[in-house]
């Protein structure tokens, strides 16, 4: 790419979906559509967006990122979501992920903690015309949010030291929790999900991610 030319971010998304996702085993169609029509360059800071499709997080400010392409297709993948569900997400940060969901979901409620994130997560939805269906909250999102509960589906975007009870209590039954638990530094995703009163777990991947605060979080 020549000097001042623009990236043919079309391109750029497609590639993305093709080596990172779908080479890595991402297969729900639904979930690889939202992420090659979704521009992510515009959820990222301006001197970012040259990078916005690269295989890492990215810094978006707070001590905060946007998480690895794969690692939000794998959490929107593993939501099982099939368009009329009640989404709450934990940690809205820039947004982006917030955009994933409302494309793949009927309403999506996201909590950001730091309101200087949630003003720019809010920002870049309206921006972008995404935010339809997305309502963000500013709070402790490690509470959940009982005002909209209970949910199909609850997508938690920071590491948390163990699962936080009003999560669970605010699932619906039959529903899905997938949350990064473990220690500050390194976590396991799990994908918890409730049926009948019961709840298996599995744990598709290692991760990290950045600690979820508030207070059923790190303090």
Known sequence: ??????????????????TQLRQRGICDERVLAAMLQIPREEFVPLESRLVAYQDAPIPIGEGQTISQPYMTALMAE???????????????????????????AARVTTVEILPSLAQQARGNLHRT???GNVQVVTGDGSGGYAEAAPYDAISVAA??????????????????????????????????ALRDGRVDCRVPTLCRFVPLRGGEGWR
């Open 129 to 131: 015309a995404l935010g």
């Open 78 to 104: 593993s939501l099982e979501l099939r368009g009329t569900e009640s989404v709450l997400e934990v940690g809205s940060g820039c947004g982006y992920a917030a955009a994933v969901l409302g494309a793949l």
């Open 159 to 192: 590491g948390a030291p163990e699962i936080p009870a009003a999560l669970l209590a605010q699932l619906r039954d039959p529903g899905i929790l997938v949350i990064p638990v473990g220690a500050m530094e390194d976590q396991e995703l799990r994908v918890l």
């Open 1 to 18: 790419m020549g000097v001042g030319l623009v990236p043919d971010w079309f391109s750029e998304r497609r590639l993305m979906v093709d």
